[in-house]
């Protein structure tokens, strides 16, 4: 569980810094382009997907095998002398 914790973590920090090289400076009294700001882009998508992955791998592999609302089966041993 910690790894993918870990695998999850590391995958966001290195797309978040892939995300802020692609961006430049703002030019000083233009316009900050918000219609663009305001589209998701090929690497938005990307991230999604990768959210949407990491969630499902999380959900299966903290998922159990069995139902937990059941309880401890009782065994009855008994003991017969001939």
Do not use: F
């Amino acid at each position: 569980m910690r790894a993918i914790i870990a695998i999850a973590l590391s995958s966001a920090l290195l797309a978040s810094t892939a995300v802020a090289a692609e961006t430049g400076a703002l030019a000083p009294g233009k316009p900050a382009g918000v219609k663009q700001a305001q589209e998701i882009g090929t690497t938005g998508w990307v991230l999604v997907g990768i959210g949407v992955v990491t969630a499902i791998a999380v959900g299966v592999a903290s998922g159990s095998n069995g139902s937990p609302l059941n309880g401890p089966q009782n065994l009855a041993v008994t003991a017969t002398t001939i």
